[in-house]
């Protein structure tokens, strides 16, 4: 299976920003995460097994199988789960197209996504597999993007050309950017059963200095981890990337500045 667009490509780079990204959001993404019941879990859009890590780590009794459609990222997964350690027998990774998955029905008992499916052009069909294969009362996570939440103050004109343009070539991709707002509605469609969304948001101002100026950094690299696609498609020019650098270390040095960006955890059972 070959390797499908990706919004902010496949570099080691990139990979090394996955892992560092995982870390950054770690207290945020799973302060209310509970897996502590499920054997068998499913992890969908494992990648370079960032999210993997973190779960085997906080959950020493599961089992983890990690599916994903490239091949170097499940390369890069596979080596470093490996090297750590209390991972000995507790993953298996495939390569695996999520829409149509090479499982029986009732393998798993629990489901995590996280960050996937504002890649993936079907996401109803993503969550229809994942609810095939889990046995009935087993939970899913899915934690996803909301991008229209994004504020920066000071106002940063060319951080805002280059949001837009980084928003817009994930939906010529076929992706979603806006789609964690819309998780409830999915899971209500699929029968999905007791379902709960919880928005979560990162919002640093001049009461956390520090904390704000680490987060504006950190957001710094991941926008720019997508310039060179939006330059090949031509929706930023260089003089926009080099001004969204500039303006992004700006703010982060701003004694006033505000950071504001929210997300969408949903949970639910089969």
């Not at 009794?61 to 789960?81: F, N, P, V, W, Y």
């Not at 000071?154 to 837009?164: E, G």
Request: net charge negative.
């Amino acid at each position: 299976m070959t390797d499908f667009p990706y919004l902010h490509g496949f570099s080691q780079d990139e990979q090394e920003r996955l892992r560092k990204q995982a870390r950054f959001g770690e207290f945020t993404v799973y302060q209310n995460v509970n897996l502590s019941h499920v054997k068998d879990l499913l992890e969908v859009g494992c990648g370079v097994g960032a999210q993997s890590e973190i779960i085997l780590r906080r959950f020493p009794d599961i089992k983890l199988t990690g599916i994903d459609r490239s091949t170097k990222q499940l390369a890069a997964a596979k080596h470093r789960l490996a090297s750590l350690p209390g991972t000995n027998g507790r993953f298996h990774l495939q390569e695996m197209d999520a829409t149509k998955m090479d499982f029986q029905a009732n393998s798993f008992d629990g489901a995590y996504l996280c960050w996937i499916l504002e890649h993936v052009p079907d996401p109803i069909r993503v969550l229809s597999e994942v609810r095939r294969v889990l046995r009935p009362g087993s939970v899913v996570y899915a934690t996803e993007v909301m991008n229209a939440s994004f504020f920066l103050d000071p106002y940063s004109p060319n951080v805002w050309k280059y949001w837009m343009a980084f928003n817009e070539y994930q939906l010529e991709q076929h992706g979603d950017p806006f789609v964690g707002a819309k998780l409830g509605n999915f899971f209500m469609q699929l029968g999905y059963q007791d379902i709960q969304t919880e928005v979560k948001t990162w919002f640093l101002d001049n009461r956390y200095p520090q904390a704000r100026k680490d987060c504006i950094e950190y957001w710094a690299e991941l926008l720019l981890s997508a310039s060179d696609q939006l330059i090949a498609a031509k929706l930023v020019s260089e003089e926009v990337v080099s001004g969204m650098k500039e303006e992004m270390a700006k703010v982060a040095n701003d004694p006033n500045a505000v950071f504001f960006y929210s997300f969408v955890q949903a949970r639910a059972r089969t």
